[in-house]
């Protein structure tokens, strides 16, 4: 009978398998650092991305009412604003609000605003300045009829009403401007409303800005005197960030985009007419580059017949910190960034990405670039 013989298959030892498993661990131990590495990389690279688009979107819209500003207003009207000096270092901006004309065919060029008659006193803290007709032309020939000048509720209703920007219940509150229809070169103020009532408006208006119980301007810049004329206008502010909340730009006291840090706003007055840049032209920044430099700007010290463009830039930051900033604080980047005029701020770099938006405009109903010759322009 013939014996078979059978071979008998070995295992691993205890040896390899350890040795397979250390391989197995190094090669998962790399492979998840390296998923890790990149899963934040998206992070990152969507953080940036979004703030990009932020911008994108802020900049297109500022710079269509930077455009429209001024439309058919008086000529000291046509922009105002705050260079901020305050703890807080962020500019204010007032631009008219172009969509409140109802019917631009009975307004006559650079004539538009609605006369204070009372409440204007100091220019400081809050104030209510009563209103008494919705088109200034009325000054001009008594016998004109009332116009509804201003007309934006949604179907034009026709009412010469005032028409500003305040709806209390969804938190909406525009902005005015203040001015002396007769003397552009005596400036003009900005102010956010609190308050709009009665069948003979009464604007209440904070000159300090006070947003959170915090004013945004310590120490406003009042007008001298004369006859004054309020303009409805869309104002742009920084609300001041919490532990719990980024800061965020505000338009007309709603919400734009979370993570904008700072504004700020340079103005150039054209003061000799010869479309150069002089250094002595440019107000809240320097003339030629959008860096942090000296000129400060005074909306009461300016005359904006000779408005020839203005230039907003503004500071967003990602949603998210860097996540490897949690890790290791040394690796932290993105400090905070400033541009124009205002002083540097202290701080540590936080792991926030950062990006600024600079933009320079043309608002082509000033009067210096549409070449009309509003009343006060000579």
């Known amino acids: 009978m013939k ?22 661990a190094i090669i998962t131990v790399y492979m998840t650092g390296l998923l890790v590495q990149q899963s934040r990389s998206y992070e990152v690279v969507d953080d940036v991305a979004e703030a990009q688009q932020t911008e994108r979107a802020i900049g297109d819209l500022l710079e269509r009412d930077a455009l429209a500003t001024g439309m058919l207003a008086i000529a000291g009207g ?52 009563v209103l008494a007709a919705p088109s200034v032309e009325q000054l001009d020939d008594p016998l004109e009829p009332v116009v509804a000048a201003y007309d934006n509720n949604f179907p034009p209703d026709g009412v010469a009403n005032t028409d500003f920007i305040f709806t209390p219940f969804s938190g909406l509150a ?40 915090i004013p945004l301007v310590p120490v406003p810049t009042p007008l001298g005197a004369g006859p004054k004329v309020a303009i409805p206008a869309h104002i742009y502010f920084i609300r001041p960030g919490t532990l719990a909340r980024a800061p965020q730009l505000m338009r ?11 504004l700020q706003v340079a103005y150039f007055h054209d003061l000799d007419r010869d479309g150069v840049c002089d250094t002595t032209e440019w107000g809240g920044g320097p003339c030629a580059n959008p860096v942090q430099a000296t000129g400060p ?28 900033t949690a890790l290791d604080p040394a690796k932290a980047t993105g400090g905070f960034m400033q541009t124009e005029n205002a002083p540097a701020r202290v701080g540590a770099l936080d792991g926030f990405r950062r990006r600024v938006f600079s933009r320079t405009v043309m608002p082509r109903n000033a009067p210096i670039n549409s070449g009309s010759s509003p009343r006060g322009c000579s």
């Open 3 to 24: 014996r078979e013989s059978f071979e008998l298959s070995r295992g691993f030892t205890l040896i390899e398998m350890m040795i397979s498993v250390a391989v197995l």
């Open 78 to 129: 046509a922009v105002s604003g705050i260079d901020n000096s305050g703890p807080l270092n962020t500019d204010i901006l007032c631009v008219t609000d172009a969509d409140v004309v109802g019917d631009p065919t009975v307004i006559g060029q650079g004539m538009l605003g609605i006369r204070v008659v009372a409440g204007y006193v100091t220019g400081t803290g809050i104030e209510g300045l």
């Open 174 to 213: 525009g902005g005015v401007i203040v001015t002396d229809p007769d003397n552009p070169a005596g400036g003009s103020q900005c102010g956010l409303l609190t308050l709009v009532t009665g069948a003979a408006p009464v604007l209440t208006v904070d000159w300090n800005v006070r947003v959170d119980g």
């Open 252 to 262: 007309d006291g709603l919400l734009l985009a979370d993570g904008v840090e700072d």
């Open 297 to 324: 700007y005074s909306s009461s010290a300016r005359n904006n017949c000779l408005l020839r463009a203005l230039r907003f830039n503004f500071v967003v930051r990602t949603a998210n910190q860097d996540a490897n």
